[in-house]
C-alpha cells in the first residue's frame, strides 16, 4: 500500500520538507553572489581605507594580516633555539594561541565597520533595553557599573573552597593561572614589613554597589537599604576574622562611607568615589596612621588646599563606546581640593617620607591628570595634608591584589631601598579585587643595581636613538578596562655601542590605541629617551603593561616620545 502525505507522522513530514527544498538554479546563483558580496565587502572595504590613508600620510602600506606572518619566526623560537622537543613544541603552540588572539584583538580594533556600528548600536542598548555590555551595566536614574563589582557582591564566596579551586584552574595556554586566596600574600606581606620594623595598614576600599545598591535594585530602597549596607561578598567576614587572627591590621572604610550613604559616596557614571568621600575616608587614615606615628609635627608642613570645579564623564560610561557627543550620559560636576605647597606647587612625594602608600586607581582618582578628574587631589594628598607629613607613594591603576607590591619588589631589587626610614606602609585596593586579582606571594628582597649596560640618559638631557624592538608588552582593547590610558613596556636592542633599553610609552591615550600599541618584533623605531624619574610623578600611576623577562623588569627604564 502507497502512503500517503495524509498518513505521514509531523516529524516524517518535517525531516522530508527540511531535507529536500526546491530553489530554481537562477535564484541559487543571486543569493549565494549576494552572500558572497557581503563576504567579502567588508575587508575589501578595510583594505582600501587603509591603502588610502597610507598614501595619505606617506606610510608604507601592508595588509593586517602580514602582521600575523611577520610574528611566525618568534613564534617559532623555541624551536629553532632549543631543537625539536616536546617541550619547546608546546611553547611554540603557546606562542602562536597568544599571537592569534592578539591579532584578533587588533582586527577587531580596527575595523572601520565596526568603529562605526558599535558606538550606535551601544547608545540603543543603553537606552530603552538599559542593557550597557559585558562590562558596564546600566542602573538606576542615570547611574552606570563596573561589571567585576557586581560579581564580587553576586558571585560565591571566593573563600570558597570550590571557587578557590575554579580560579586556581583558570587562565590559559599564554596566562598562568591566578593565585586566588588573598590570606596567604596578605599575611606574608605584613609578616616581611613587620621584620623590618614597618607596620601595615590593609584599605579595601568597597566597590560602588556595595554603598549603592539601590541604583542597580529597586529591592534596597528605604529601611531594607539602611539596614543592610554596606554589602559584601559572602566570605568578606571570614578574610576580616582570619587576618585579625594574624595581627594584619585592617581600615576598613565601608562602614563610613555608608553612613552617609543617603548622599552619594560614588561618582554616577564612573567606578570611583566621590572627592567628599575620599577625603572622609583621608581623614579617619590619618588618624589611624597618627596613632602609629605618634602626635603629629608642629604645623601642616606648609601644606594648603585650593577648591576647584570642574565637570567630567566617568569611566564606565567611556566603556560603553558611545557616539562622541552623546547626551545620554551627561559629565558630572564634582568640587576638588588640591594639596599645594607653601610656594604654590602641586604637592609632590617624598622618598623620605615614614609613610609609604601603596594604591590603585582609587589612589589616583583626582591625583592622575589624565584620568579626568584633575590632579594634586587624590588620597595620598589628603592624607599629607591631614597627617601634617610628608608621604611617599607607589600607585598604579588596575591589579591592585599584586601591582604596588611587585612595583616595590623592584625598587628593592634594582638597590633603591624604597622601605629604608619607613614605619608605616599602607596597602590600599579595591574590594573587587579579592574576587578577580592575582594574590600572588611576592619576596621583597634588596639586590645590587643592574650592569650598566642599559641605556639611561642623563638627567636634563634628553637623547634620541634609533633602535629594534625585540618585545613590546601587550595593550588592553580600547572599552575593555575602564582607563582611558595604558602605558606599555617596550626593549629595544640595537642602540649604540650594542646598548638596550627598557622603555615607557604610550600604548593608549584618551580610550584610542597608539602606534606603540602595534608594535611587533623586529620592527626599527626612532624615540627620544628621557629618564623614567623625570616623569614617575605624571606617568607612574598610569595602567602598564611589563616585560615577561623578570630580569628586564630589573632594569632602570627610560620614558619614550615617538620621532618621526
Known sequence: MKVTQEQLSREEQAWREVGHTTIRRKSARVLSGCFLAVIFAVPLYQL?????????????WRPQILELARRIPD???????????????????????????????????????????????????????????????????????????LDYLTGPGFLDPRQLRRRAG??????????????????????????????????PVPVKPSIHPEKFSARYEGTRRQEEIPLQN???????????????TVFDPSELLAARADRPRFLATDTHWRPEAMEAVAVRLAARIADVLGAPGPGDGGLRRRPLELAGLGDIA???????????F???????????????????????????????????????????????????????????????????????AWATRAMLARELARG???????????????????????????????????????VVP????????????????????PGTVPYRDHVTAVHLVDLPENGEAVVYMFGMEDNEWTRAARLRPGEEITVRLVPWAEVADRYGGINRGELSDLELQLQEPCWGEWVD
Do not use: C
Open 318 to 328: 567611556l566603556m560603553l563606546d558611545l557616539p562622541k557627543g552623546q547626551t545620554r
Open 458 to 477: 642623563q638627567p636634563g638631557r634628553p637623547l634620541t636613538v634609533n633602535g629594534t624592538v625585540r618585545e613590546a608588552a601587550p595593550v588592553p582593547r
Open 234 to 248: 559572602a566570605s568578606y567576614s571570614r578574610l576580616m576574622a582570619d587576618l585579625a587572627a594574624a595581627g594584619v
Open 170 to 203: 583558570g587562565g590559559d595556554e599564554w596566562h598562568a593561572p591566578p593565585q586566588p586566596d588573598p590570606r596567604p600574600a596578605i599575611i606574608d606581606f605584613n609578616d616581611q614589613l613587620r621584620e623590618r620594623g614597618i607596620g601595615l595598614i590593609v584599605v
Open 48 to 60: 582600501a581605507a587603509e591603502y588610502l590613508e597610507a598614501r595619505r600620510t606617506g606610510q608604507t
Open 75 to 149: 613564534v617559532l623560537a623555541p624551536i629553532r633555539d632549543g631543537g625539536l622537543r616536546p617541550a619547546n613544541i608546546v611553547r611554540a603552540n603557546r606562542n602562536l594561541l597568544r599571537e592569534i588572539n592578539d591579532f584578533e584583538d587588533r582586527l577587531n580594533d580596527a575595523s572601520l565597520l565596526g568603529q562605526y556600528i558599535r558606538p550606535r548600536v551601544q547608545e540603543w542598548f543603553s537606552g530603552w533595553p538599559g542593557v550597557g555590555n559585558e562590562q558596564a551595566y546600566v542602573g538606576r536614574d542615570g547611574w552606570l557599573f563596573y561589571r567585576p563589582g
Open 330 to 400: 551627561p559629565p558630572e560636576s564634582v568640587t576638588i581640593r588640591q594639596v599645594l605647597t607653601a610656594d604654590g606647587q602641586f604637592w609632590r612625594a617624598s622618598k623620605e617620607a615614614e609613610v609609604l602608600v601603596l594604591g590603585d586607581s582609587f589612589s589616583n582618582n583626582y591625583s592622575l591628570e589624565p584620568m579626568g578628574w584633575g590632579e594634586s587631589a587624590g588620597l595620598v594628598e589628603q592624607l599629607s595634608y591631614f597627617l601634617h607629613a610628608p608621604v611617599d607613594r607607589l600607585v598604579r591603576n588596575d591589579s591592585g
Open 416 to 454: 633603591h631601598d624604597r622601605l629604608a626610614g619607613k614605619r608605616v606602609v599602607v596597602w590600599q585596593f579595591a574590594a573587587r579585587e579579592l574576587v578577580v586579582g592575582d594574590w600572588r606571594i611576592i619576596p621583597l628582597r634588596p639586590g645590587e643595581p643592574p650592569p650598566a649596560r642599559f
